[in-house]
C-alpha cells in the first residue's frame, strides 16, 4: 500500500529537494509535506 501512495506522492507532490529549500525558512506547510513523503517512504521502503 504505501509503495503505492510513493509513487502517487511522487507525482502530486513537489519535490523541495530540487528547489533547493532550506528547511530553517520552511513554512509549516512546506514541512508538513515533507514530513508526510518522510513519513510514506520509509514505510515503502521497509
Sequence with gaps: ?????????KFLLPS?????LDLAKATKWQMA??????FV???ALS
Design 1 to 9: 500500500m504505501f509503495k503505492l501512495l510513493a509513487q502517487i506522492n
Design 16 to 20: 523541495f529537494t530540487k528547489q533547493r
Design 33 to 38: 509535506v515533507i514530513g508526510y513523503r518522510y
Design 41 to 43: 517512504t520509509t514505510r
